[in-house]
């Protein structure tokens, strides 16, 4: 390849990263800083860029002259052209623009502009050759300053490669953080899983605990909460029941602030007066598998129950002795579908009781006819 074409590519290549920052940390809140000239500083005029590029273009080309002309070695000359070029990368850092890299933000333009800086801590350096002042400083969206050492303030004046430095309490937002519970319906005296998600403003992870989790419910009574884990990355879990049947509204205060999101919670309770068993009276044949009977399932107020989750038990003397055998589906809505297998024949009927989670519903009889 061609010395010329190498130096060029070379000196390109380290100026191409002045334009490539690296990106803040991810999912943080961001502010600003507005700086500019600080009064009575003279201001540099700097080089324009075809000056610049014209005396790394002279350097390197006696560099290779003188080695050509002396027998030297190619690491003096190419020295000289690596030299060359971080001396253009560092007189052109005066015209740049600002760019964030990782922790550290540099105010380079000696004319004034506005940096982004994030919630996290960090460094706010100099690096435009001149004297600045900070005019301005915008936090994040409702963060209190962290008071860091140093502290990057409005008015302050900073020399050239002075740093100051930013740092924000950033609390979790109430609005955007979540309520859920799982599942929303179920039995009286079972456990709903409860889980808090703190967010950020954004609607970004908070990632980090928030404080301790208080629950409560409308209305209060007969509900209890158990089990409340902090797993200290901005999630909760814990444990909702409720004796009694019935709606209730959950609500969650992290630290000091509550959640605007609720959660729904129904418990149900069976009543066996209101639920029903139809049909009650099934005829077949030795043999024969009977599937006509549904059991549903319904509160006092004669309001359906709506999930499934029960335990069915069936008892009868057909089932003690043999002649019968019964099975059942859970329909997931509070029915259940019954089938009864006449094993053995006999004579006349025989009742077989129905316990929906150990307590009595009813009965209905089957008979099974002899082959």
Avoid at 47 to 75: C, E, K, N, W
Wanted: negative net charge.
């Amino acid at each position: 390849m061609n010395i010329n074409r190498i130096k060029i590519y070379l000196s390109c290549g380290l100026l191409g990263l002045l334009d490539t920052p690296a990106p803040a940390s991810a999912q943080a809140l961001t502010g600003s800083i507005s700086y500019s000239t600080a009064s009575a500083t003279a201001e540099p005029v700097p080089l324009p860029d075809y000056i610049i590029v014209a005396l790394v273009l002279t350097i390197s080309f006696f560099a290779y002259r003188q080695m050509r002309i002396h027998g030297l070695s190619r690491f003096p000359a190419w020295g000289a052209i690596v030299v060359s070029s971080l001396l253009a990368l560092a007189s052109l850092t005066t015209t740049a623009p600002a760019i964030a890299l990782g922790l550290i933000v540099y105010l380079s333009n000696p004319d004034g502009g506005t940096v982004v800086i994030t919630e996290d801590a960090m460094e706010v350096n100099n690096s435009s050759g001149v004297r600045l002042e900070i005019d301005g400083i915008t936090a994040p969206p409702s963060c209190p300053s962290a008071s860091p050492a140093n502290e990057c303030i409005s008015g302050m004046q900073l020399d050239a490669g002075e740093s100051c430095f930013t740092a924000f309490d950033c609390p979790f937002d109430a609005s955007t953080s979540e309520l859920a519970a799982s599942p929303l319906l179920l039995k009286a005296n079972m456990n709903s899983v409860v889980s808090v998600t703190l967010k950020k403003a954004d609607g970004a992870p908070y990632g980090t605990s928030g404080g301790a989790l208080t629950l409560e419910s409308s209305p209060s009574t007969n509900v209890s909460f158990n089990n409340i884990t902090d797993n200290g990355d901005g999630t909760y879990s814990a444990n909702a029941t409720a004796t009694a049947a019935g709606t209730y509204e959950i609500s969650a205060t992290v630290g000091s602030d509550t959640l605007t999101q609720t959660a729904n919670v129904k418990f149900t309770l069976v009543d066996a007066i209101s639920s029903t068993i139809s049909p009650t009276s099934l005829s077949g044949t030795e043999g024969d598998t009977l599937m006509d009977v549904t059991l549903t399932l319904r509160q006092a107020d004669n309001s359906l129950v709506g999930h499934g989750g029960h335990t069915i038990t069936f008892d009868g003397l057909a089932i003690d002795f043999g002649l019968a055998s019964t099975s059942y589906l859970d329909n997931s809505d509070g029915t259940y579908s019954i089938s009864t297998i006449c094993d053995n024949g006999f004579h006349g009927y025989q009742d077989i009781d129905i316990r929906v989670d150990a307590v009595t519903i009813g009965s209905y009889r089957v008979s099974c006819a002899s082959i």
